[in-house]
C-alpha cells in the first residue's frame, strides 16, 4: 500500500515538475558580453518546399531564405507609400551603362568584407569573401534546367543569354558551368554588369528578390546528397549556406527551423529615415545601429491556426495572425482590441496586402466576352461592402482599380464609375447591353451565366452564394460552379469558364506586375492573361510603360492604362485584402513594409517582460495535483477492499 | 503450415498490387499531375518550369501504356512507379525532393513514443477493467460502466483531443498543448497528453470488447468447474478465465501491432508532432503524390502482414488450430 501511495506521490511531483512551454532552452542564456541572448519564437505553417533561392517561389520559402541569403538590393523596411529599393550587397543604387554593342545594362558594386557562413563546405570552415562571380554562378544556376528556376523565362526574355544558356543545356542534358554567366559581365572581384536584351526597369526589383541572392559553388557542389566517406550530405536546397543575417543551424522536418545570428554580419544597419513621426523616439533608437538584434530564431512548425493561437495566448510565440476562429475573441465590432487583449498590452497591427482580387471575365467567351456593356452591368451591381461585412469582418478595403495601394500609379481618390454598387445603373447598362431585366432583348429567354469558383468548405459555398445573388439582382441567372483548386486553376489555364474570381499578389510594386495581367502576349495558357484581355491599344501603352522608368510621363501612361481596363472592365476589382495581427508587449513590431521577408532582421524583443508575463499567464493552480492523488488513491483503496472481499 | 504461409505471401502480391492501382486511379482522378506541380510550383509558375518539373519526376511519360513509336510499352508512369515500390526504392518527394525512406525513417520514432505506450497502457487497463466488470457483472457498478463505455465510445477522438488540450494546457498548465521535442527526458512532457488521449479514447470500445469475450468465457464449464472446486473468484478470473480469454484477444490484438509504426493522424496533426501520419496527411495536403503512394504502400503491406501474424497467432496460442 505503501508503495503505491509513493508511486502517487512521484508521478504528482514529475507533473508538478511539467511545464507547458513547448520550446527548448535557448543555445544561450547570456551573450558574451554578459546582457540577454535574446531568440524569437515564431509559428511557421509549413515546411519550405526548399532553401534553394534559385528555385523557391513561395512565401514560406522566402521566409527562411532572405534571413539567409540576400540579394544585391532590398526594400526599405519602413517605407510603403510608395516602396522603396534600397542597395543591401550593393555598395550603391545600380548605375545604367550601355555595353560597347549598345545593350543596356546595369552596373553593380558589391560590398567589401561581406563573408559566407562559415560552413564545412569551404576550407577549414571559414565562409570566404563574397565576389562577383558567386552572382554570375546563380545567374548560371536560374539557366540550368535542373534547377528548374520558375522565373527563368521572364527573366529570358529580357537578360541576353539566358534563353540560349538554358536551351542548350536542354539539348546536352546538362548545363556547362565552365561557360561564362548568361548575361553577366564580370568586371572585377566586386564589379559585374547585367546585360539586358531591351530596356527593363523592373531588373532592379528582381534583384531584389532571392532568384538573383548569391550562391557559394562550394556550397551546391558540398551539399549533393550523397554519401561521402559513409557520411551522407544534406541536398543543397536544404542546407543553405548564404551571406544573410543569420544561419540555420537545425531544421528539423515537421517540427522546427533554428537560426542563429550570423557574427560576421556587417551588410545593413538599421535605417535612419523613413519611420512614422509619431513613433520618432522608439525608432530613432534603433536608427544607425547593427543589424541583427536577436541571436536566435526559433520557427515552430504549426499547420494548424488553433494550438498557434493558444500559444500565442501562454506567451510562447511573439506573434499571431487574427484568423476566422479566433477574430470575434481578440477583435471588437470597432475594430480594435477587445479588453482582453487590451489588458495584456498586445499590439494590433493592420496590414494591407499589396494584393487585389476581383472577377475575371473570359473575353473569349461569346456572351461575357464580347459585351463591354453586359459585363458594366454586373460591375455595377455589385455591393462590395454587403460582402465585407458579412463575410470578411469589414476589414477589407474596397478596390476601385486594379494597382493596390503603395504600387506606383495608384490613385488614393480614384473612383471607378462602374464600381460604385448602383442598381439602377446597371440595369440601364444591362439593357443597352441587349437584355432588359435580365432577358435575351430578342429571344426573351433569361440570360444564364456560370460563374466557376474555388468551393471546399460549407463557408466557400456561402459566399459563392452571396456572389451569386449579388448578380441575380440583375435579372440574370447566375449558375455557380464548383471547383476544387487544382480544377479551377486547370479551368482558367484552359479557358474554360465565362468569369470567375482571381487574386494577384504583387511580385514587385511596379504597375508592370500587374498589367501585364491584361498583357495580349502574355495570354494564357503560356502566360498569365488569364481573360485573354486583346487591346493592340492597351499593349502598345503597355509596351511603351514598362521600358520606363518612373516619371510624370509613365505614370499619366499607367492611369490611361488603368482607364482602359476600367471602361473595358475584362475584370471587376474587388478588395485588397487586409490582415489583422498581434505582437507581445516585448516584441513591438518595426518593419512596415509587407514586401520585406527578412523582418526579424530588424526585430527586437525585450526577453525580461517576456519571462515576466508568461510567468503570469501560465500559473499552474494546486488542484488538478490534489484531485489526481485524491482519484488514485480512491481506487488504490477500492481495488484493495474489493481484493480482500473476493479472496 | 510452410505451405499455407507460402501461399498467403504470395496472395499478398495481386493485393497490393490493386491497392496501388486503385491509389494511382484515385490521386489522377481527383488531379492531374499538371495541377499537381502547379500547386507545388505556386500559381504564378510558368508554363515552361512546369513542363520541366513534370519530365524531371517522368509524370510526362504516358499514365499505362506506352505507345509512343520506338519506346517500350511499360515505360509508363504507372510501371516505373510499381517498379521502384517493388524494389523498394521509393524515390524523392515530390514536394521538396526530400529522400522519402529518410522521411520514413524520420517520422517512425515519434510515431511509436505515441503509439507504443498509447497501445500498452490502453491494452492493460482495457484488460483490467473489462475483468473487473465481468466480475461484478450484472450489478449497477457493471452497468454503470457499460454505459460510460458506449458514451465514450460515440466522442470523436478530436473531441477528446480539444478538452484534453484545454483542461491539462491552457486552463491548468502543466503540459504543452503544442509540441514535440526529441531531448531526452524532456520529450516525455510531449508525450503524456498524447499518449493519455489516445488511451482513452479507444478505451471504451476495448474494455466492451474484452468484457464481452470474457463473459463468455466466465460461462463455460471449466469456470463453474474450477468454482465449484473451491478456487476462489479471483484466481478464477484473473487465471482461468483470462488466460481462455487472450487466446481470442491476442489475435485482435497482434493484428495492430504492425500498424503502430503508421501512427495516429489525427493526434499527431493535433499535437504536431512530426510522425507519419502527420507525413500522410501533409502529403495529401501538399498533393505530394510520391509520399502519398509510398505511405499507402507502406501501409497496405502492414496491414497484411498482420493479418498474417494473427493466423499465425491462432495456430500459436490455441493448439486446436492448424493452417493448412
Keep these: 500500500m505503501a508503495q503505491r501511495f509513493l508511486f502517487i506521490a512521484i508521478a504528482c511531483m514529475l507533473l508538478a515538475g511539467c511545464s507547458n512551454d513547448p520550446h527548448p532552452p535557448a543555445f544561450h542564456e547570456k551573450r558574451a558580453d554578459g546582457t540577454p541572448w535574446q531568440v524569437s519564437y515564431a509559428p511557421f505553417p509549413d515546411d519550405p518546399r526548399s532553401l534553394d533561392p534559385q528555385f523557391s517561389y513561395d512565401t514560406l520559402s522566402h521566409s527562411i531564405i532572405c534571413l539567409i541569403y540576400e540579394s544585391m538590393l532590398q526594400y526599405h523596411p519602413l517605407k510603403t507609400d510608395p516602396y522603396e529599393l534600397v542597395p543591401c550587397l550593393a555598395e550603391s543604387m545600380p548605375e545604367r551603362i550601355s555595353t560597347p554593342d549598345g545593350h543596356p545594362a546595369y552596373r553593380f558594386h558589391i560590398k567589401h568584407g561581406i563573408y559566407f557562413h562559415d560552413d564545412l563546405c569551404f576550407p577549414e570552415g571559414k565562409g570566404r569573401e563574397l565576389v562577383a562571380t558567386d552572382v554570375a554562378y546563380a545567374f548560371q544556376r536560374i539557366a540550368d534546367p535542373k534547377v528548374e528556376c520558375p522565373v527563368l523565362s521572364t527573366l529570358a526574355e529580357y537578360i541576353v543569354g539566358l534563353q540560349d544558356a538554358n536551351a542548350e543545356a536542354q539539348k546536352k542534358g546538362s548545363y556547362d558551368y565552365t561557360k561564362p554567366a548568361p548575361g553577366i559581365r564580370v568586371v572585377d572581384d566586386h564589379t559585374f554588369d547585367i546585360v539586358l536584351l531591351k530596356p527593363f526597369p523592373q531588373l532592379l526589383y528582381w534583384m531584389a528578390m532571392p532568384f538573383t541572392a548569391p550562391v557559394a559553388k562550394e556550397a551546391v557542389n558540398y551539399y549533393d546528397g550523397k554519401t561521402h566517406d559513409g557520411i551522407t550530405r544534406e541536398q543543397f536546397k536544404f542546407k543553405p549556406v548564404g551571406v544573410g543575417p543569420f544561419r540555420l543551424v537545425a531544421w528539423r522536418k515537421g517540427l522546427s527551423l533554428r537560426l542563429i545570428r550570423n557574427d560576421h554580419y556587417i551588410t545593413t544597419k538599421f535605417p535612419t529615415d523613413g519611420w512614422p513621426a509619431e513613433e520618432a523616439s522608439r525608432y530613432a533608437a534603433m536608427a544607425g545601429k547593427p543589424l541583427p538584434f536577436l541571436d536566435e530564431l526559433y520557427f515552430r512548425i504549426i499547420r494548424e491556426s488553433i494550438p498557434a493561437w493558444v500559444l500565442f495566448r501562454q506567451g510562447y510565440f511573439e506573434r499571431a495572425g487574427v484568423g476566422k476562429d479566433v477574430f470575434d475573441t481578440a477583435i471588437s465590432a470597432k475594430q480594435e482590441l477587445t479588453p482582453e487583449y487590451q489588458k495584456r498590452d498586445v499590439w494590433l497591427y493592420k496590414d494591407a496586402e499589396p494584393a487585389t482580387y476581383y472577377f475575371l471575365f473570359n473575353m473569349q467567351d461569346p456572351v461575357v466576352g464580347k459585351n463591354p456593356k453586359l459585363r458594366q452591368a454586373i460591375s455595377s451591381a455589385y455591393d462590395f461592402d454587403l460582402e465585407n461585412e458579412i463575410f470578411m469582418n469589414g476589414i477589407f478595403l474596397n478596390a476601385q482599380q486594379l494597382l493596390p495601394p503603395g504600387v506606383y500609379g495608384y490613385q488614393p481618390n480614384f473612383k471607378n464609375p462602374y464600381r460604385q454598387s448602383k442598381l439602377d445603373q446597371a440595369k440601364r447598362l444591362l439593357a443597352e447591353a441587349g437584355y432588359p431585366n435580365g432577358h435575351d432583348a430578342k429571344t426573351g429567354k433569361q440570360l444564364l451565366l456560370t460563374l466557376d469558383m474555388t468551393i471546399d468548405d460549407a463557408e466557400s459555398r456561402q459566399h459563392a452564394e452571396f456572389q451569386k445573388e449579388q448578380i441575380e439582382r440583375l435579372g440574370i441567372e447566375v449558375k455557380i460552379e464548383e471547383n476544387l483548386w487544382a480544377t479551377h486553376q486547370d479551368k482558367v489555364d484552359r479557358g474554360n469558364f465565362q468569369f470567375t474570381s482571381y487574386g494577384w499578389h504583387a511580385d514587385y510594386p511596379d504597375p508592370e506586375n500587374f498589367f501585364f495581367l491584361f498583357y495580349g502576349k502574355n495570354a494564357a495558357p503560356e502566360g498569365n492573361n488569364y481573360c485573354r484581355y486583346a487591346n493592340p491599344e492597351f499593349d502598345k501603352l503597355f509596351e511603351k510603360m514598362r521600358e520606363m522608368e518612373n516619371s510624370p510621363e509613365r505614370l499619366e501612361l499607367v492611369h490611361r492604362l488603368n482607364a482602359m481596363l476600367v471602361e473595358d472592365c475584362p475584370m471587376i476589382p474587388l478588395y485588397y485584402p487586409v490582415v489583422f495581427r498581434l505582437s507581445q508587449p516585448w516584441a513591438q513590431r518595426v518593419v512596415l513594409n509587407p514586401l520585406v521577408f527578412s523582418g526579424p532582421k530588424y526585430t527586437q524583443i525585450d526577453p525580461g517582460l517576456r519571462r515576466q508575463k508568461q510567468a503570469e499567464w501560465n500559473r499552474k493552480p494546486a488542484w488538478p495535483l490534489a484531485v489526481i492523488a485524491a482519484l488514485l488513491a480512491a481506487a488504490g483503496i477500492f481495488a484493495f477492499q474489493w481484493s480482500q472481499r473476493h479472496d | ?324
Excluded at chain 2, 495481386?14 to 491497392?19: A, E, L, N, R, W
Excluded at chain 2, 499505362?64 to 519506346?71: D, M, Q, R, S
Excluded at chain 2, 454503470?144 to 473531441?159: D, K, L, T, Y
Excluded at chain 2, 463455460?220 to 468454482?227: I, N, P, S
Aim: with cysteine.
Design chain 2, 1 to 324: 503450415m510452410t505451405s499455407y504461409l507460402i501461399r498467403r505471401i504470395l496472395y499478398m502480391f495481386p493485393i497490393v498490387f490493386g491497392v496501388m492501382l486503385i491509389t494511382f486511379l484515385l490521386f489522377f482522378v481527383v488531379q492531374t499531375p499538371k495541377s499537381m506541380a502547379q500547386r507545388i510550383l505556386g500559381p504564378k509558375a510558368k508554363p515552361e518550369a512546369i513542363q520541366n518539373w513534370l519530365h524531371n519526376r517522368g509524370y510526362d511519360k504516358p499514365r499505362f501504356i506506352n505507345a509512343e513509336p520506338g519506346k517500350h510499352w511499360w515505360d509508363s508512369q504507372f510501371f516505373h512507379q510499381m517498379k521502384s515500390l517493388a524494389t523498394f526504392d521509393f524515390g524523392n518527394s515530390d514536394a521538396t525532393g526530400e529522400r522519402i525512406l529518410n522521411m520514413f525513417k524520420h517520422g517512425a520514432i515519434p510515431s511509436l513514443l505515441i503509439t507504443v505506450p498509447s497501445f500498452i497502457c490502453g491494452f492493460l487497463l482495457s484488460l483490467g477493467l473489462a475483468l473487473f466488470f465481468v466480475s461484478v457483472r450484472n450489478s449497477k457498478l457493471d452497468l454503470g460502466g457499460i454505459i460510460i463505455c458506449v458514451a465514450m465510445m460515440s466522442v470523436p477522438i478530436q473531441v477528446y483531443v480539444i478538452f484534453g488540450q484545454w483542461l491539462v494546457a491552457v486552463k491548468t498548465s502543466y503540459l504543452p498543448a503544442f509540441g514535440f521535442d526529441m531531448a531526452g527526458f524532456s520529450t516525455a512532457k510531449f508525450l503524456i497528453l498524447p499518449v493519455l488521449l489516445y488511451t482513452v479514447s479507444d478505451l471504451g470500445s476495448e474494455v466492451r470488447l474484452y468484457r464481452t469475450i470474457f463473459l463468455e468465457e466466465i460461462h463455460q464449464e471449466y469456470v463453474k468447474t474450477a468454482l465449484a472446486k473451491g478456487v476462489s473468484s479471483t484466481r478464477v478470473l484473473f487465471v482461468h478465465v483470462l488466460k481462455n480469454g487472450m487466446i481470442a484477444i491476442i489475435t485482435l490484438v497482434v493484428a495492430s501491432l504492425p500498424f503502430l509504426i503508421m501512427g495516429s493522424l489525427v493526434l499527431e496533426n493535433f499535437f504536431g508532432i512530426p510522425g507519419l501520419g502527420n507525413l500522410l496527411l501533409n502529403a495529401i495536403h501538399t498533393s505530394d503524390f510520391s509520399v502519398v503512394r509510398a505511405t499507402v504502400f507502406l501501409g497496405s503491406l502492414l496491414y497484411l502482414f498482420g493479418l498474417l501474424l494473427t493466423d499465425i497467432c491462432y495456430a500459436a496460442v490455441d493448439p486446436r488450430i492448424r493452417l493448412q
